[in-house]
């Protein structure tokens, strides 16, 4: 899992509810990463209309005391989208075509009450903490919870800032303990300050998946209480759209669609031969061809 060290972008994804109020939100859409081929990699922000209009780029190196790590990342409005190349070590993300999607709750203290719901239903887990650096040693940034890590390259987690890490980024003790939007969040951080690139959030993400992927969102559904068909998983705005396949391919990700703030002339920008960026009114696709 590679968060970037700065602030994460998300947008709202709806816990489901049986009730006939409007179900409270409990958790956002964070972001997207993907570890592409190393031409692809070097190659994304090379085109102007796609570093000074469409996304903020930023690449950026992240320590932690866990693992250290570099990579490209398209930042928008509520949604980030994180780029590796292939690496020699062995975390998830330094192989071709891994991929995670990563969600992040609104409220401290969300992840633990997941978590009890995992046990209660016998849906494994692993929980992680990872730390920063600090004026005083080590820091919390975030805890995780990732469905149990099988072979295949796709991830699925949510997130959980810690209570000291929003302290740093000048939270208060009571912000901390209080349901924030994504919009909310990142207003706060910005300062009001309009957002300077077209990128607002990420609205799907397609993929081929193996048995064993499918049985992963099977159990990220019941973990989070999304809505599972023989084709998509759906939450609020949210969906991935899947097809399965005994010999999914290693790089599992079709396209990713993203919505933007206002609406832009048709474009088709070449990356590479692996990755168009095609743009038409206020939607965004990143294509991928592997």
Request: aromatic residues 14%; proline residues 5%.
């Amino acid at each position: 899992m590679r968060p970037v060290l700065f602030s994460l972008f998300f947008f709202s994804c709806f816990r489901l509810s049986a009730q006939t109020k409007a179900p409270e939100i409990k958790f956002d859409f964070n972001t997207f990463y993907v570890c592409l081929d190393s031409i692809t990699y070097r190659n994304l922000f090379t085109d102007k209309y796609i570093r000074d209009s469409l996304f903020f780029c930023k690449e950026a190196s992240t320590h932690t005391g866990e693992e250290d790590y570099s990579g490209k990342y398209a930042i928008g409005q509520t949604a980030t989208l994180e780029f590796f190349s292939p690496a020699l070590t062995d975390q998830h993300g330094d192989h071709f075509g891994d991929a995670g999607l990563e969600f992040k709750t609104r409220r401290y203290g969300s992840l633990s009450e997941y978590a009890a719901n995992a046990k209660k239903q016998q849906i494994p887990f692993n929980k992680d903490t990872t730390t920063i650096p600090g004026k005083k040693g080590m820091l919390k940034w975030y805890c995780s919870l990732i469905c149990e890590q099988r072979p295949d390259p796709l991830s699925l987690i949510m997130l959980e800032y810690q209570p000291e890490y929003m302290r740093l980024l000048g939270f208060s003790a009571a912000e901390t303990k209080t349901s924030m939007s994504p919009l909310a969040f990142n207003t706060r951080l910005s300062k009001g300050k309009k957002f300077p690139r077209l990128f607002s959030s990420i609205t799907s993400v397609t993929i081929v998946v193996s048995p064993a992927e499918r049985q992963l969102l099977r159990d990220f559904t019941d973990m989070y209480g999304f809505t599972l068909t023989d084709t998509e998983l759906t939450g609020g705005p949210f969906s991935i759209h899947y097809s399965i396949s005994e010999r999914a391919p290693a790089f599992r990700v079709q396209q990713v669609e993203i919505a933007l703030l206002k609406a832009t002339a048709e474009r088709d920008i070449t990356v590479s031969p692996n990755l168009h960026v095609i743009t038409k009114g206020k939607t965004a696709i990143l294509q991928f061809h592997y």
